[in-house]
């Protein structure tokens, strides 16, 4: 794991001289794929990064939206996929710690976590379950210790994640403009690291995160320590109070060298600093271990000599070390001594800057039979594939894991996990909407449709609460980037990604690649997650408790295209046929139609339809409100299809509205207004979920009974199958 | 009339209880970092939610050998009101100002959800505006909050009416379905759950009237008027 050796040719002309050993180690860890982008770099300014809403600054690694009345929100998304595959609790802990870090360097509170968690097939798989559990205890025990609640996530189980694991977090920040940290160095400025000693932990992270996952490599995996990390946000929150920090910046991958090298680059001047200074949890440790430690919990500050005591007082009170590891230059050199000996002194830009690649790609073989479709024996127990899906580790609820984050803390929660997005409140009155939202069984089908599809239903989601979608989080996480077909993959989901977000004028705030996401038996599905931020100016959308006799509306067609659906691939073992292709037209106006209706309060509750299609759709409204509701399945608007394709098709764009019968009327005429497809179709009442076509009954469940086996399916197989 | 919030290193809802009781209830409310004393002037503590030290060794075992606990300590004989919610709680069975301890949640998870308690003795400062046995709709959030006496002191705790609240339903495994506690002279209150989540109608989606009346109690023992 070190520099291929083109790259070190292309190292040795650009200093023209041989490097010395501790600045190949900083060149490595920075010209990883996991620290420079080098593979996709080039391609991901395709994304529209500006928007009215969005504050830039140098340095920053989070992105920043202004949401009126001086406040602005930071929003951000990491993963810990190689670390959490090898070591579930610590790898999955630090992955929350680190997009914490990231929030913090901007100035702002974190004030929210979202996590995404990806595993193999936990049916048939000990190892898988093994992961899932203890990755969920992991993202338990460091979110809950800080005090930040995790109020939204998603979990899925499919066989491309065999022996591997994807852990995405999302976190969000929230303050005041004027505290945001505006970057910048001064003559005289001191370079300080604060927190958590640097050990022998995480050594090699970067690269060893951009690489397949061939060895346990376990020497490169961080350890985790919330308590630290907690002191650490109290402390840089008095201190940017205090005005005490002129720059900022987290240590994530690559340890000093990156954060070192980065700081000094986006400023425009040099750093020197000297090893000896780092304060370390082992005496021993040789200079090119303190420079590519990934230990956690360490924050790099740059201040000057008078703001420096004050800076020691707070932390002499949250009882965490800061060392003053160097000074700033006007060189532009990264100037790394041992104690009196030089030992690295390199342009940061050469560091910085790591040669762009322009890789081949070539669309995939599979691609080309892909979307064929295949004749079923027909199935005629629909109540029995109904709850099959219902108790499926994919829709089950995910109550046993939102139940071990705390999603309360820090009294801002309005709209709790558990269904749709999640609502908080911010301190100017307004509130915040959020949701991620993945999809690699679409996206193996057709991953530019399949990546447009993920950025709608989170955009879908946060539209249910009543929020204007206002910012997106991208996490392309994908296999081996020199594989010509998964590069092909991967950039057919950032131009879908790209389309959707001018057509939609939502920029792209943060984001992430996470390449060579490798198994044992071959590359991971495509497996972009898209996280939404949306803005509720006045009234979020508060579901109220469902009655007998009100009416269940949908928005928006369904249409035959189950390729990659859970009925598909989970009740008939089939991947492929056409996967859901969204309508940019169709999708504008049902957002805007539901918009315009929570505004005007005629609905009592607006659920999304994703996962499992219509049928599951319907369930959920039952089970969460306790109330029956018959369904009939001809009114459903959209192609003619068979009785399966309607219940159980994941077309986009479609919303369930539930209404009370007095408010038909006047919702109806919005509607048409709109022109947009709806039809009423069906009533709430009763104790069943019952669905019928053209009268004949298909479907019939009691409610109370599938609602108790939805709940706790999950816990079953986890922690008793 | 000043409500003093102890902070400890780790604790995380030190900013939502000074919330409550500045936005909500109109307090007068101060900060007070553990590894000070409290001033003489104050009329109310509380120990608020949190992991002090990171829950290391036991949840709350190393925070209440904090130097601010002589000082709790001295003012729960005064007679003080003084309230200790979740690791609030913790610490003050941990420094003896309470009886009983706290372990791990039969799931042996932590535990984030919406319970209901019942009121056992409104006789508290911090449950004297309360029907007995009335309800109380109010989050939990904690890995050990199980609560656990030996028969002996269950006894006496039944006795002197030291029992201030029970979970209606059987949530953790705690003795005698018990989420709160108080001294014998019952100044010293803790609790497992959050009341400071609760008393808002916007973030409470059931009923926040029940859990506002633990604040008034306060309110109505410190003869403020609201």
Excluded at chain 1, 158 to 176: H, P, S, T
Excluded at chain 1, 354 to 380: M, V
């Amino acid at each position: 794991m070190s520099l291929e050796s083109q790259e070190l040719d292309e190292l040795k002309t650009k200093i023209g001289r041989d490097p010395t050993s501790t600045e190949l180690q900083i060149v490595a860890a920075e010209w990883s794929e996991h620290c420079s982008y080098k593979s996709s770099k080039r391609h991901l300014k395709m994304l529209p990064m500006t928007g009215p809403l969005v504050i830039t600054e140098k340095g920053y690694d989070s992105g920043v939206l202004d949401v009126g009345d001086g406040y602005v929100v930071t929003a951000h998304i990491e993963s810990h996929n190689h670390p959490s595959a090898v070591e579930p609790f610590g790898g999955a802990a630090t992955g929350v710690g680190g997009v914490i870090r990231d929030i913090l360097s901007t100035g702002t509170r974190p004030i929210a976590l979202f996590d995404g968690l990806r595993f193999g097939n936990i049916e048939k798989d000990k190892q898988a379950k093994w992961l899932f559990k203890n990755a969920v205890s992991g993202i338990s025990a460091y979110g809950n210790c800080l005090g930040i609640p995790t109020i939204g996530g998603e979990v899925e189980f499919d066989e491309c994640y065999k022996n591997y694991a994807l852990v995405d977090v999302a976190a969000v920040g929230f303050g005041k403009k004027e505290n945001l940290i505006k970057n910048h160095a001064q003559k005289g400025d001191v370079v300080v690291l604060l927190g958590g000693a640097t050990g022998r932990d995480g050594i090699g992270g970067s690269q060893f995160a951009s690489d397949s996952l061939e060895s346990e490599d376990r020497s490169a995996i961080q350890i985790p320590d919330p308590f630290i990390e907690k002191l650490i946000i109290e402390a840089i929150l008095e201190a940017r109070n205090q005005k005490l920090i002129h720059a900022m910046k987290d240590l994530g991958g690559g340890g000093l060298s990156c954060a070192v090298s980065e700081t000094a680059d986006s400023l425009g001047i040099g750093i020197e600093m000297d090893v000896t200074k780092v304060h370390t949890r082992e005496s021993d440790m040789h200079p090119d271990e303190i420079m590519v430690s990934e230990s956690q919990e360490r924050m790099l500050i740059v201040t000057n000599l008078e703001k420096l005591e004050k800076l020691k007082i707070i932390c002499e009170k949250f009882n965490i070390q800061c060392s003053v590891i160097g000074h700033v230059t006007f060189d532009n050199l990264m100037h790394v001594k041992n104690g009196e000996d030089t030992i690295a002194k390199i342009s940061t830009d050469v560091v910085t800057n790591a040669t762009l690649l322009d890789l081949p790609s070539k669309k995939p073989a599979y691609l080309e039979t892909i979307e064929d479709e295949k004749e079923f024996p027909l199935l005629e127990n629909y109540s029995e594939i109904l709850s099959k899906l219902l108790f499926s580790p994919n829709i089950s609820s995910k109550i046993w894991v939102y139940g071990q984050y705390d999603h309360e803390v820090g009294i801002r929660t309005v709209v709790k996990p558990g269904v749709d997005a999640s609502v908080l409140r911010l301190d100017n009155g307004k509130f915040l909407s959020a949701k991620i939202d993945g999809n690699p069984k679409h996206c193996y089908i057709n991953p530019r449709e399949g990546a447009i599809g993920c950025f709608e239903e989170a955009c879908r989601n946060v539209v249910c609460t009543g929020a204007k979608p206002i910012g997106m989080l991208d996490h392309l996480q994908f296999g081996n980037p020199k594989d010509t077909e998964i590069f092909w993959t991967f950039l057919e989901s950032l131009k879908g990604l790209t389309d959707f977000a001018n057509d939609f004028e939502i920029p792209c705030v943060g984001g992430k690649v996470s390449l060579y996401n490798e198994t044992p038996s071959g590359s991971i599905k495509p497996t972009p997650v898209i996280g939404v931020l949306g803005l509720i100016d006045k009234t979020p959308m508060i579901s109220q408790k469902i009655s007998e006799n009100d009416c269940l509306v949908i928005l928006g067609d369904t249409k035959n295209e189950l390729g990659g659906s859970e009925y598909f691939e989970y009740i008939h073992k089939f991947i492929g046929g056409k996967c859901p292709v969204v309508n940019f037209v169709d999708s504008k106006k049902n957002m805007k139609s539901v918009l315009e209706i929570i505004q005007d309060k005629l609905v009592k509750s607006v659920h999304d339809c994703s996962k499992g299609g219509l049928a599951v759709a319907v369930s959920e409204l039952c089970m969460t409100n306790n109330v029956g509701c018959s369904v009939s399945l001809e009114k459903v608007p959209g192609e003619s299809l068979p009785t399966d394709k309607i219940l159980f098709s994941e077309s986009h764009s479609r919303y369930l509205l539930i209404v009370e019968k007095n408010k038909l009327e006047h919702l109806k005429s919005i509607l048409e207004k709109n022109n947009t497809s709806f039809e009423i179709i069906g009533n709430f009442g009763g104790n069943s979920i019952s669905f019928s076509n053209n009268s004949k009954p298909v479907i019939d469940l009691l409610v109370d009974k599938t609602q108790k086996v939805w709940l706790s399916s999950l816990e079953e197989l986890v922690m008793h199958a | 009339m000043k409500v003093g919030v102890v902070v400890f290193p780790g604790s995380n809802c030190d900013r939502d209880m000074f919330h409550v009781l500045t936005d909500v209830f109109h307090l007068d409310a101060q900060y007070y970092w553990h590894d000070k004393g409290l001033p003489e002037n104050i009329d109310a503590v509380i120990l608020p939610g949190g992991f002090s030290y990171g829950d290391r060794l036991r949840a709350g075992v190393i925070a209440a050998h904090s130097p601010v606990i002589k000082d709790v300590q001295k003012m729960s004989e005064k007679g003080i009101p003084i309230l200790g919610v979740c690791n609030g709680f913790q610490i003050l069975v941990e420094s003896g100002l309470l009886p009983g301890v706290l372990l791990k949640n039969d799931s042996l998870n932590f535990m984030c959800e919406w319970t209901d308690l019942i009121v056992e003795n409104n006789q508290t400062p911090f449950t004297n505006q309360f029907e007995l046995n009335q309800k109380i709709p109010i989050p939990i959030a904690n890995g050990e909050g199980k609560y656990f006496a030996d028969d002996e002191t269950l006894k006496s705790l039944q006795k002197n009416n030291q029992i201030v609240f029970r979970y209606s339903d059987v949530v953790n495994g705690s003795s005698n379905r018990i989420a709160g506690v108080c001294n014998e002279d019952g100044n010293v209150v803790g609790m497992m759950p959050h009341p400071e989540r609760a008393v808002e109608s916007e973030i409470n989606p059931i009923d926040n009237k029940p859990s506002s009346l633990i604040f008034e109690s306060l309110l109505e023992q410190m003869g403020v008027k609201n």
